[in-house]
T-cell receptor, first 117, second 115 residues
Framework: NAGVTQTPKFQVLKTGQSMTLQCAQD?????MYWYRQDPGMGLRLIYY???????DKGEVPNGYNVSRLNKREFSLRLESAAPSQTSVYFC????????????????FGPGTRLTVL | AQSVTQPDIHITVSEGASLELRCNYS??????LFWYVQSPGQGLQLLLK??????LVQGIKGFEAEFKRSQSSFNLRKPSVHWSDAAEYFC?????????????FGKGTKLSVIP
């Protein structure tokens, strides 16, 4: 039981390049999330998916797109990377669906450290 | 909108000493409150959470937190710190009953433990 896994662990991009961050969970959770963590800023929600087939914007969605491929997988895509997107990206999941999210424990992956030059 | 303030950016304590990490929230109704810990190079792990009932909440690794509505606080405590507790600690809040899906995090408090 691996929990939440993320690939890759590290990535360096040049400005304007694109890439997709992958996330998968094996806990049969309904909800999945993408956060970014910047020094002195805590974690900020980029996008979330309350159930398979649905996605919604979080606090900082600009410059990102997401796909909830199936119940297990939730990917984050940077179409044209910018230096401001240099950050550590965390994927998380929780068991509940719409309406039950507020008390759910979120389980986090180990993170992807992205540098955009 | 809700917000979370962790006034201390960095705290250093001696091993065996007691610990209190402060968290204040800004929200009108009853919040759902969480403490997460992040060890270096790792993801976040839930320590404890509060959403109703007894205002003193017990968590994993010997941590506890007390919800004080009058002070809008949810401070994290541990009576005797171990070297392995060195990590960054995040307080977080979610609106209750508003259909909000967003967990709002504080900026974190980094804990260093000296022998």
């Amino acid at each position: 039981n691996a929990g939440v896994t993320q690939t890759p662990k590290f990535q360096v991009l040049k400005t304007g390049q694109s890439m997709t961050l992958q996330c998968a969970q094996d806990m049969n959770h309904n909800s999945m999330y993408w956060y970014r963590q910047d020094p002195g800023m805590g974690l900020r929600l980029i996008y979330y998916s309350a159930s398979e087939g649905t996605t919604d914007k979080g606090e900082v969605p600009n410059g990102y797109n997401v796909s909830r491929l199936n119940k297990r997988e939730f990917s984050l895509r940077l179409e044209s990377a910018a230096p401001s997107q240099t950050s550590v990206y965390f994927c998380a999941s929780s068991a509940g669906t719409s309406g039950a999210l507020s008390t759910d424990t979120q389980y986090f992956g180990p993170g992807t450290r992205l540098t955009v030059l | 909108a809700q917000s979370v303030t962790q006034p201390d950016i960095h705290i250093t304590v001696s091993e065996g000493a007691s610990l209190e990490l402060r968290c204040n929230y800004s929200y009108g109704a009853t919040p759902y409150l969480f403490w997460y810990v992040q060890s270096p190079g790792q993801g976040l792990q839930l320590l404890l959470k509060y959403f109703s009932g007894d205002t003193l909440v017990q968590g994993i690794k010997g941590f506890e937190a007390e919800f004080k509505r009058s002070q809008s606080s949810f401070n994290l405590r541990k009576p005797s710190v171990h070297w392995s507790d060195a990590a960054e600690y995040f307080c977080a809040v979610v609106e209750s009953g508003a259909g909000s899906y967003q967990l709002t995090f504080g900026k974190g408090t980094k804990l260093s433990v000296i022998p």
